[in-house]
């Protein structure tokens, strides 16, 4: 696994990978996140925590996830092979599921007695009352009352699986409120909480802890691939929200030169608009959630309000690692509108029959653009990083298919 690149630490002993990552938080904070470092140092060393890890991988979530040749979608582009990462085959349909077992393990570990969280969607919600009801902890969900109304499956869900959810009406009553309700609890006891982060950002330790939970999933396409057809692919491809399904993929391939690694931003309405996520591509390094990374905000350093079509990709930040990434010019960042996005869900769910998250719709979509100029022998890996059930119901409303 590569925890260097050119001789920079990924990340160095206060989480600073390059100039980005770090813990920008107040000092009884600190003390709470340096005892899960500590405590998540020692587990992922023992021979115990990783055969949990495993076999939950193996017999609960369904790991390995298949790793499909888009036949049909390869031929009518014309151009270069394109495989699918199925990670939208996994229990409860996402890639979140990796790191949320990991979370919750670790804080049965730690002898935690609640886990906190913040949900926008409801994706990392779920996936986290799921790990929670499996590890037999309790699980407190934050999510703002004008999500909990958009996203009702998710909250059924969530109760159906025990956990407390807490409506959160300040604000806009959106993430962000969400947020700052979760991490007020949280700081209420941050001895006996425990607030389990949904992707490779905030203070350290989480950025590299998350990254390694998700580090499967390049483990898998290395080994898959090269079972396959006996190399590792040219492109390994996925949407960066916060990053935690790109690293997840990218990670195994981080010092394999001859491996292209893209990162795909929402471009919402379009790059000139005011309506797009697109961080990397237009944000400039910053500070945001207790860590140094790149920052889509004003002139008074104010984040900015952001926009995609995907709920899960629509974040001012991005983990720090991706800023180095992308100052290092390892990883090329790129972007999908909301309509390219469109077009992508539906073409992979009538050529291959497989409806993608809107997320993922992102990293198909970059494919469909790139692959018709590229030769035949080239073979790209998309990250289908979840399934698009939980936009089915959008998307036929926005294409007037109901
Ligand atoms: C949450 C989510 C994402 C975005 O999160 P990352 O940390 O950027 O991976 C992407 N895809 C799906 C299906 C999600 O649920």
């Given at each position: 696994?590569a925890h260097q690149i050119n001789g920079i630490a990924l990340p160095n002993e206060d989480g600073f990978f390059g100039q980005y990552g770090g813990q920008f938080i107040p000092p009884d904070l600190k003390q709470a996140m340096d005892d899960i470092n500590v405590a998540y ?156 982060i949904g992707s490779v950002v905030g203070p350290h330790p989480f950025p590299m802890m998350v990254r390694d939970f998700q580090a499967i999933i390049g483990d898998e396409i290395k080994v898959q691939t090269n079972e396959r057809f006996g190399a590792n692919p040219d492109y ?128 198909v979509a970059w494919a469909l653009r790139e692959a018709p100029k590229m030769a035949k022998e080239i073979k790209i890996v998309v990250n289908v990083s979840g399934r698009g059930d939980k936009d089915a119901d959008y998307v036929a409303a926005k294409l007037g298919l109901n």
């Amino acid at each position: 696994m590569a925890h260097q690149i050119n001789g920079i630490a990924l990340p160095n002993e206060d989480g600073f990978f390059g100039q980005y990552g770090g813990q920008f938080i107040p000092p009884d904070l600190k003390q709470a996140m340096d005892d899960i470092n500590v405590a998540y140092e020692h587990i992922r060393h023992t021979a115990e925590f990783q055969n949990e890890l495993s076999d939950l991988f193996a017999h609960y979530v369904g790991r390995p996830s298949p790793l499909f040749y888009a036949k049909r979608l390869t031929n009518q582009l014309g151009g270069a092979q394109i495989y699918l990462k199925r990670e939208d085959l996994n229990h409860t349909g996402a890639h979140k599921i990796n790191h949320c077992l990991g979370e919750a393990l670790l804080a049965k570990y730690m002898g935690k007695t609640k886990v906190i969280a913040e949900t926008g969607a409801g994706q990392h919600g779920v996936a986290l009352a799921t790990a929670c009801a499996l590890v037999g902890i309790p699980c407190e969900i934050h999510m703002g009352q004008v999500d909990i109304e958009k996203e009702h499956p998710n909250v059924v869900k969530m109760k159906i699986l025990g956990a407390t959810l807490i409506s959160v009406t300040r604000g806009t009553a959106t993430l962000k409120d969400a947020v700052d309700s979760a991490f007020e609890e949280y700081l209420k006891d941050p001895q006996n909480y425990i607030y389990a982060i949904g992707s490779v950002v905030g203070p350290h330790p989480f950025p590299m802890m998350v990254r390694d939970f998700q580090a499967i999933i390049g483990d898998e396409i290395k080994v898959q691939t090269n079972e396959r057809f006996g190399a590792n692919p040219d492109y390994v491809v996925a949407c960066v929200g916060g990053g935690s399904n790109a690293l997840g993929a990218f990670t195994a391939f981080l010092n394999d030169e001859d491996v292209k690694l893209v990162g795909v931003e929402p471009a919402g309405h379009g790059l000139d608009t005011h309506m797009h996520s697109a961080t990397l591509t237009l944000g400039k390094p910053s500070h945001i959630h207790g860590m140094a990374c790149y920052v889509l905000e004003d002139e008074q350093g104010e984040p900015l309000p952001v926009h995609s079509i995907a709920s899960g990709l629509d974040y001012p930040g991005v983990g720090p690692q991706h800023s180095l990434l992308k100052d290092l010019g390892r990883v090329e960042y790129s972007t999908a509108t909301d309509q390219e996005c469109l077009d992508a869900f539906m073409i992979l769910s009538r050529v291959e029959g497989i409806v993608p998250a809107l997320e993922s719709a992102h990293a198909v979509a970059w494919a469909l653009r790139e692959a018709p100029k590229m030769a035949k022998e080239i073979k790209i890996v998309v990250n289908v990083s979840g399934r698009g059930d939980k936009d089915a119901d959008y998307v036929a409303a926005k294409l007037g298919l109901n």
